[in-house]
């Protein structure tokens, strides 16, 4: 009787069988009853993974972790070095967001679309990337760790052809590391 | 030299969203935080980290007790090192226009945490970290690595 009560409560092992012929879906009701997640509560059974912890011998390491870098590109109104409307909203933001940050070098890099000629167009791209250097500088960022630079119309957002006016492409970009 | 090391690796990899940024000069990478004592081994010479510091391929980096750095490396490759710990830049190469590259590092002592950039972002093998006793990629975005020296024989 014993030997049958163990036999019958060894059938509850079938769950961790690998049916290797047919679907691995269950077919029945109390199939899938019996291959349903089973939810154990830590340190009840030896067989539980207990979740990863965090090592404390890391954790100086983990803090010494710089932040990631952060990024924002601000756009401008057709041939001038005036933000938008939407950019001079979200430029304070950017600023406060620099401003907050310890930073080792801010890259300013000014673009613009492909209306007029080039040579005019790095011209441009530059007074775009000073306006946003004075802008840090009024902020407090010291002037020697931003670095700007003017690409004129020769790194397009917005892949366009010659005397094309894209705003996307009308912009700043702002690197802060 | 006879030095017996067991290490023991304790590696992490967890996935997160890496965001793009592009890098400069010649330059590898750049010191972001310090804490304590740092020492940099360039071309024979021994001098200590200040915050700021520009990083070249082949530097060897060692943290005192109580010491920390951490780096930010051109293609936004994050590294932070805790106390007592030796690592140094054996390659690093990414180049801005295609996005892709590859680094080594290497660490004989200590703790070492690492977030990808877009080296790992663009190759789950570009970013490898050395062990005396095994390789390591960071193959998503976030590894961790302790390398305890039990015992050194010194002759």
Redesign the interface.
Known sequence: MLLITQLISGCSGYSSAVNSLGPETPTSEMRAQIEAPVDVAEGQSPFCAKP?EA?P?????????????Y?ARLYFIFDTSQFTAESEVAAKQVFDEIKSR?I??A?VIGHTDTMGSEQYNIGLSERRAERVRQELIRRGIPENII?TKGMGESELLVDTADEVDEEKNRRVEI?V? | MNISFKTLLVAQLFCSFIFASTGYAQTVGIVKTLSGNVQIMRAGAKVNVVLGDKLFKADKLQTESNSSVGILFNDDTRVGAGPNTAFSIDSYHFDIKSQQGQADISITNGTLALVGGKLTANNLDAVKVHTPTSTLAATCSTLSVKVDPIFKEVP
């Open positions: 990863v090592d011998e890391m954790e100086t390491a983990m803090a010494a972790l710089p932040p990631e870098p990024r310890q080792a070098e890259i670095i690197d590391r």
